[in-house]
Nanobody
Framework: QLQFVESGGGLVQPGGSLRLSCVAS????????IGWFRQAPGKEHEGVSC????????YYSDSVKGRFTISRDNTNNTVYLQMNSLKPEDTGVYYC????????????WGRGTLVSVFS
């Protein structure tokens, strides 16, 4: 059974940085796309970024492009999200998600990690 464990969230001031980690277990080659979603208080889930495990292609939402970087460590089944120049609107619970490809539907598996950005 596929499981994700997210970590790395916390409290940070605007302009600060955090690095989120997502460790996968029960992983199979059926899931080539691993990504991050977030949910701000009172809002719907929003896709943030995704990476192809096989070729490393990356995808970003317009709201985080240029500030966030997704990467993978296939040896340790871990996907990272480096978040720089954080803004208050980045606040939310960040979840790992997976799917057959980054261009298709992703399903959220993890319990999430909370990121709070405020002065």
């Amino acid at each position: 059974q596929l499981q994700f464990v997210e970590s790395g969230g916390g409290l940070v001031q605007p302009g600060g940085s955090l690095r989120l980690s997502c460790v996968a277990s029960g992983f199979t080659s059926d899931y080539d796309g691993i990504g991050w979603f977030r949910q701000a208080p009172g809002k719907e889930h929003e896709g943030v970024s995704c990476i192809s495990i096989s070729d490393g292609s990356t995808y970003y939402s317009d709201s985080v492009k240029g500030r966030f970087t997704i990467s993978r460590d296939n040896t340790n089944n871990t996907v990272y999200l480096q978040m720089n120049s954080l803004k208050p609107e980045d606040t939310g619970v960040y979840y790992c998600a997976s799917g057959a490809t980054c261009e298709g539907d992703l399903e959220i598996w993890g319990r999430g990690t909370l990121v709070s950005v405020f002065s």
